[in-house]
Every structure is written in C-alpha cells, then in structure tokens.
C-alpha cells in the first residue's frame, strides 16, 4: 500500500476540481437516498390519508415537488460529477505521464535500457492509467461513502435514536470490513493480472516486429502460441475478477434484505414511542438505498491489487537515479574543442574485463584522430565516454580542458555531434528526423544538405513531409548511415565524432562520404572510429586499439616506418 503513497501527493495540484468532484457525488448520494425515502414515506402516506379524514387536508404538492426534485437533482450530480472528476483526473494522468517520461529519459543510456519497449510503454500507458483508480475508486467513495453514513444516521436518529445508530453501525462495519475481505481476495489475482497484461503486451509487439523472420525461420506459430498462452492466463485472471465482482455485488445484496428485514422488523411496533404509520415504510426505503453508497466501494477494493502493482512498476522507474547525473550549471562552452584522456580505463558492470584500459589520448583543436581496430576492442565504449553515455572507472577526461563531469547535459551536446555506428531513424516524417539535429533549419538547408548527402530521392514526391519508419518508408542501412551524417552535418559543432560511417558501404558510396565528411570538418576537432584501414593518410594521428588498450599510437607515415601491427594490417589489404 505504501506504494500508493506518491500518487496521493499528486492530488495537491488538483485538489480544487476533486473536492468538488466528491461534493457533487455526496450531493448526487443525498438526492438518490431522499429519493426513496421520501417516496416510501410519500406513497405509504397517501395511502394511509386516503383512508382516514386527513385525506381532504394532506399536502400532496410538497412531497410531490421533492420527489421531483430529488430526480432532476439526482441526475443533474451524477452528471455533474462524471464531467468535474474525469476532467480532474484525465489532467492528473497526463501530468503524471509527463512526470514519469522526464524521469525515464535520463535512465535510458544506463540500467534501463535493458527494459523492453514493450514494457515501458505498458508502464507508460496502462499503468499510469490504474492510477486513476486511486482516486475514482478508492478515496472518493470512501470519503463520500463515510459522509453519507454520518448522514443518514443523523437523520434517522433524529426520528428513531435505535433505528438510526443500528443502520449507521451495520453500514459502517460493512464499509471497514467489505475493503479489507476483498482487497485480500482480489490481491493476488490483480497482481498477476497487472504482470500478465504487460507480458501479453510484450509478446504481441515481438510477433509483430518480428514477423517476417519468424516466418522465414518457421518460428511463427511458436510465438504465436506464446501471444495465446498469454492471452489464456490473462483470461483466466479477468474471469477470476469477474467473479469476485458478482460476489461482492451478491454479498452485498444479501447483506441489505436482511438489514432490511431487521430494520422493518424493528420498526413494525412504531418508533419512538408512536405507533407504526406510513413512517416504517420510509425507513425501509431508506435501508434499500444506503445501500448504494457501499456498493462502489464493495467493487473497488479488489482493483487494489491490480493498481499497487501498477504503482510498484512505476516507482522503479521514478525512484531509480540516473547512472549519470549533469550538473544544473557548469560548462556550456569551451574556447579550444580539445579532449584529453588521462588514463582512462572503464569497465561494463555485468562484466569481468576491462573494455577500456589505462587509454591516453590528447587531442588538440582543429585535429583529427582516427581509432582503429577489430571488432570489440573498445572503440565505440570510447566515444559513448566522451558523449557521456557512461562514465570513466578510473582516470580522467576532459572536453576543451573542463572535466566532463562540469559539462551541462545541454552544453556537451551542442558542443558534440556524433555519427553513431547504429542510426535510429524515428517514426516520423523526413523533415522530423533532419529537425531532431537543428530545430531552426530552414527547409532549404534541409534540402542542400539531403542533396549533398546523396538522399536527394528521398524528398522526391511528399517532399520533406515523406514519412519515414513504422507506416513509412523503410531505409536500408547506407541510406540511415547518411541521414545520421546530415543530422551531424546540420548539428555543426566544434567536436565531431564518427563510428565507422561508412561500415557496410559500397566503395564508390564510401568515398563520397569520405569526402563529404572532409569537406564539412575543416575546422573541427574530429575522432573517426573505424576498422578499415584507408584513407588514413590525411589523419593527424591513428591509434591503433587492440583489446581496451591503445597498442600503437602515431601517424600513418611514422606507423608504417615502425612496421608493427598497424604496418601488417595495412599490408595485408
Ligand atoms: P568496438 O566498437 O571496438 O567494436 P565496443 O566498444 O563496442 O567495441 O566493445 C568493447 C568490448 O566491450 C567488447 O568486448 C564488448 O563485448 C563489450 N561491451 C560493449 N558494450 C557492452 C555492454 N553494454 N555491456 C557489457 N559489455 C559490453
Ligand atoms: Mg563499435
């Protein structure tokens, strides 16, 4: 429960809408109970006064004009209430869903990028939509389910002190004992309920992504058993639900004839020492329509389950700290976009090896290094270092002679453009994706910059607007790669970083980005990752990477002049 306990500060923001809320729902309680009682008491009286002299002098327009009134009243509030609590509580979810993304972006580099998206968007979108239970079916009903018992028993008590403290007792022992019986019967299974929703989720959005190799390989109706497993177990856990709420429904019913039957039974001698008149009848009435005030209450509690557990799901992600954590204010900007790396060493954390061991590097403005190396020998965990993806194990590292650590988020950015060695196009339109890297861009610069990169064709047709992704055009590998290259271009920062980008590229393709790429970093402070060993003699000075370490360290020239690894890689190309 103690899960609950953030999403009910929430409820500051709105305090306003959701007070009034449960006042309309208290007033809509008011008018349905005295709608019942007042017509028990109205038709048992008429009948009574159509039996005796009194049937020339009762009032028949006074209880009329109530009754009616009762009935406008009653659903002018319920009415009321739907519209105020909803419009409260839909602004609730949506602060709360802009509250839970700002927190989860900066966990997405570290830890919880091994989440599934599948199962954020779950948290993101049903879980944060259980939270609403919070309010609609716990706190208000509680509140105006407990103000409407003081009620009632005031009320009657002021006819019949026995009668009205006997129904305020049952009504209020049914209201603490009714949460607690059902929040221990429906716990477990909403729990499981909450959980097999979001596998469900996750299962489905692997068919879907997945299905064309699942269909080549023949996996297809494996995974497609797994979404009916899902599903099943899902099933099994709505109709457990289902039964729990006919339970509590019938309970309930039950409860109230013999609460009923006790209160006729009470009152069948009279009250308060008068002899029984059309009066009994009123409070028979009345036992049948307090009753409605327990009835959303009965239901909610076996929800409980189900929303704590939505609650714990999203308190691992608001509760969790970033792995890193930018100052408020520090470095923005630097005079010389140099980087110096001061025995940097750097280790994964599920792993036992060094990626990254003791690597020097001191690298001037204005000058351009190339890292080279195979697969896995840490190039790449070099520049997530320097974009502060991750943070150094040991050692130090500095962007323009300030530790990266005094860099603002907004600062190392702007100062920073990466080519990264996988280019996430997002699902969007083209302009959407080149904008992503200079907001400001004109669609003309837009449209030099898609000409010089070769992805001219692309815009022909929708133009910029051409949707790109998921519903759009699919993007082969090189066409990506030279999108990551225009948001870098666009981007037009003193320091430029490339993970091999032009892995993967046919030759002709590669030259042109060489040059390209060339062309765009006169100025700039540039460290080009790569395990092809061409086009290398223009670099100030290679790095040559094997296993975390930097192993040779010179120019192409003074490399090869050494005749070491560096001199038999380039030999045997
Ligand atoms: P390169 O870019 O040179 O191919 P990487 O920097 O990607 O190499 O990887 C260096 C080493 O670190 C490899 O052994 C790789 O398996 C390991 N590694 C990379 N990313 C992770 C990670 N997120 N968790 C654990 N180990 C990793
Ligand atoms: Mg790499």
């Known amino acids: 429960m103690r899960e609950l306990a953030p999403y009910l500060k929430l409820y500051k923001k709105h305090w306003f809408s959701l007070s009034?809320?449960?006042?309309?729902?208290?007033?809509?309680?008011?008018?349905?109970?005295?709608?019942?009682?007042?017509?028990?008491?109205?038709?048992?009286?008429?009948?009574?006064?159509?039996?005796?002299?009194?049937?020339?002098?009762?009032?028949?327009?006074?209880?009329?004009?109530?009754?009616?009134?009762?009935?406008?009243?009653?659903?002018?509030?319920?009415?009321?209430?739907?519209?105020?609590?909803?419009?409260a509580t839909f602004k609730l979810l949506a602060d709360l869903r802009i509250f839970?993304?700002?927190?989860?972006?900066?966990?997405?580099?570290?830890?919880?990028?091994?989440?599934?998206?599948?199962?954020?968007?779950?948290?993101?979108?049903?879980?944060?939509?259980?939270?609403?239970?919070?309010?609609?079916?716990?706190?208000?009903?509680?509140?105006?389910?407990?103000?409407?018992?003081?009620?009632?028993?005031?009320?009657?008590?002021?006819?019949?002190?026995?009668?009205?403290?006997?129904?305020g007792g049952i009504l209020l022992s049914l209201l603490l004992v009714w949460p607690v019986l059902f929040y221990k019967l429906g716990k477990h299974?909403?729990?499981?309920?909450?959980?097999?929703?979001?596998?469900?989720?996750?299962?489905?959005?692997?068919?879907?992504?997945?299905?064309?190799?699942?269909?080549?390989?023949?996996?297809?109706p494996r995974y497609r058993q797994a979404i009916t497993d899902h599903q099943d177990k899902l099933l099994k856990n709505q109709f457990k639900n289902a039964n729990l709420t006919g339970l509590a429904s019938a309970l309930l019913l039950l409860a109230n004839g013999w609460t009923m039957v006790l209160i006729i039974w009470m009152a069948a001698d009279g009250m308060n020492g008068q002899p029984p008149g059309p009066m009994v009848a009123m409070l028979a009435f009345a036992t049948m329509a307090c009753f409605e005030l327990l009835m959303p209450i009965a239901g909610a509690f076996q929800y409980l389950g189900q929303t704590v557990e939505s609650a714990?799901?999203?308190?691992?992600?608001?509760?969790?700290?970033?792995?890193?954590?930018?100052p408020e204010s520090g470095t923005e900007s630097c005079k010389q976009a140099s980087i110096q790396l001061n025995n940097v060493s750097f280790q994964y954390q599920d792993s036992k090896e060094y990626a990254l061991n003791n690597v020097s590097i001191q690298l001037q403005a204005g000058k351009k290094m190339a890292i080279v190396g195979q697969t896995g020998s840490g190039k790449s965990t070099l520049l997530q270092l320097l974009t502060r993806q991750i943070d150094v194990t040991a050692g130090e590292l500095s962007i323009g002679e300030?530790?990266?650590?005094?860099?603002?988020?907004?600062?190392?950015?702007?100062?920073?453009?990466?080519?990264?060695?996988?280019?996430?196009?997002?699902?969007?339109?083209?302009?959407?994706?080149?904008?992503?890297?200079?907001?400001?861009?004109?669609?003309?610069?837009?449209?030099?910059?898609?000409?010089?990169?070769?992805?001219?064709?692309?815009?022909?047709?929708?133009?910029?607007?051409?949707?790109?992704g998921d519903g759009g055009r699919q993007l082969s590998g090189g066409e990506k790669r030279r999108i990551g290259i225009a948001r870098a271009i666009l981007h037009n920062s003193p320091i430029l970083l490339l993970d091999e980008p032009t892995e993967g590229l046919d030759k002709q393709t590669e030259q042109q980005i060489m040059q390209l790429l060339e062309k765009h970093s006169v100025d700039k402070t540039v460290i080009f990752v790569t395990h092809r060993l061409i086009g290398l003699e223009s670099m100030d000075s290679i790095g040559l990477m094997e296993q975390g370490e930097i192993v040779e360290l010179g120019t192409h020239k003074t490399l090869i002049a050494q005749e070491g690894l560096y001199h038999r890689l380039h030999q045997r190309l």
């Open 189 to 220: 299974n909403g729990t499981h309920l909450t959980q097999n929703k979001a596998k469900l989720r996750i299962a489905t959005l692997d068919w879907v992504q997945g299905h064309s190799e699942l269909v080549l390989f023949g996996a297809e």
């Open 100 to 167: 839970f993304f700002k927190k989860l972006t900066p966990l997405i580099p570290g830890r919880f990028s091994k989440l599934r998206d599948a199962d954020l968007l779950n948290r993101l979108v049903a879980d944060v939509d259980a939270m609403d239970h919070v309010y609609l079916r716990l706190i208000s009903p509680i509140i105006v389910g407990t103000l409407g018992i003081i009620a009632l028993t005031v009320f009657l008590c002021w006819f019949d002190m026995t009668i009205g403290l006997t129904l």
């Open 20 to 87: 009034l809320g449960m006042l309309l729902a208290f007033a809509t309680l008011v008018a349905s109970i005295g709608l019942l009682t007042l017509s028990g008491w109205f038709i048992a009286a008429a009948s009574v006064a159509g039996l005796t002299i009194a049937r020339e002098t009762f009032n028949y327009m006074l209880p009329g004009g109530g009754v009616r009134g009762f009935a406008m009243g009653r659903t002018a509030g319920r009415w009321g209430e739907r519209v105020v609590s909803h419009d």
């Open 402 to 468: 300030h530790p990266i650590q005094q860099w603002t988020e907004k600062g190392l950015r702007q100062n920073i453009s990466v080519v990264s060695q996988r280019v996430d196009i997002l699902n969007g339109t083209l302009k959407d994706n080149l904008h992503l890297a200079k907001p400001d861009a004109s669609d003309r610069e837009l449209a030099t910059i898609l000409h010089e990169v070769g992805l001219g064709h692309l815009s022909d047709g929708s133009g910029l607007d051409a949707w790109l």
């Open 312 to 326: 714990r799901r999203l308190n691992e992600v608001l509760t969790a700290t970033p792995d890193i954590i930018y």
